[in-house]
Structure formats: C-alpha cells, structure tokens
C-alpha cells in the first residue's frame, strides 16, 4: 500500500488546479480499499456556482459515481484542509471510514479547531481521523493564495 504522505501529494495536485482556476486551494481525492484513486475533486464553489462545491464534496461525489454507490464504506478521504460543517456531514453519510487532512483551519474546521463532529455520539458512523499530514505545504498554498489576493 501506497503511503499517507503519496495520496496527500494527489490531494495537493488537485489543490494546485483550484488555485490556477482562481478558486482557493484546497483539494482531495478518495481512495478505496484497494488503493486505487476513485474520486478526486478541488474547490470551485466560485466558478461553478455552486456553494457545496468544496473539494470533499466533488471528491465524494466522484467517487460515488465512479463506484455506483454513494456509500464510500472503506474508503478513505485525503483533503488538503480540515474539513467544514458541510463537508463533515457528507463524509458521515457517505460512510468514510477514514479522513486524513493537511492543514488545520482555525475558523471553520470541525475536526479539531472549532469542534469534533466526529466524535458525536448521536451519529450512526465512525470515522477514524488523522491530522497534519503535508500540514506545511497544505499551509504554505493557502497563505500564498490570500497573500496575492490582498495586493
């Protein structure tokens, strides 16, 4: 099997598309159990107008369409930002087993900085979480990105 560290480099591939799309750089891709990519996906909430479009979002839904099952029990989520409310959500119903992300998001994340939506009890899914991952580079992306856009 192929390591966190080369499927966090995919999600960062398809970060690096939503930043020459002008879209925030954020990216993912879903992985099966087998290891094989199934979905990927990168921000584009603004050029598609559509404000579920996150990259988590596009990646579940590839993923689904590329399995003919929106039920991604096994797979794993690689994105390059801890996801969102929304997003956490949809990682919950399409029944991830796993999500590892880069960079934390101190604002809106609902992983580690503003809550744990995973850890809730009501919820009839676990999902294994892991933090950090490519963290820097993940950060260095963003931070460039909201840089040149105060210019």
């Known amino acids: 099997m192929r390591s966190d560290t080369f499927y966090m480099h995919r999600a960062l591939d398809q970060a690096h598309r939503a930043l020459e799309a002008g879209e925030v750089p954020v990216g993912a891709v879903v992985v099966a159990r087998d290891g094989d990519i199934v979905g990927t996906g990168f921000n584009a909430p603004v050029s598609s107008h559509d404000p579920s479009a996150h990259a988590e979002v596009r990646a579940l839904r590839d993923a689904a369409e590329r399995l003919g099952n929106y039920r991604l029990e096994g797979c794993t989520l690689f994105v390059t930002l801890e996801p969102c409310l929304m997003c956490t ?61 105060r210019e």
């Open 89 to 149: 959500g949809a990682i919950i119903h399409a029944r991830v087993a796993r999500v590892v992300y880069a960079a934390a998001e101190p604002r809106s994340g609902m992983v580690e900085s503003r809550a744990n939506l995973f850890a809730q009890p009501w919820f009839n899914h676990r999902v294994e979480v892991e933090g950090g991952v490519l963290a820097s580079r993940a950060t260095h992306l963003l931070k460039a990105f909201f840089a040149a856009r």
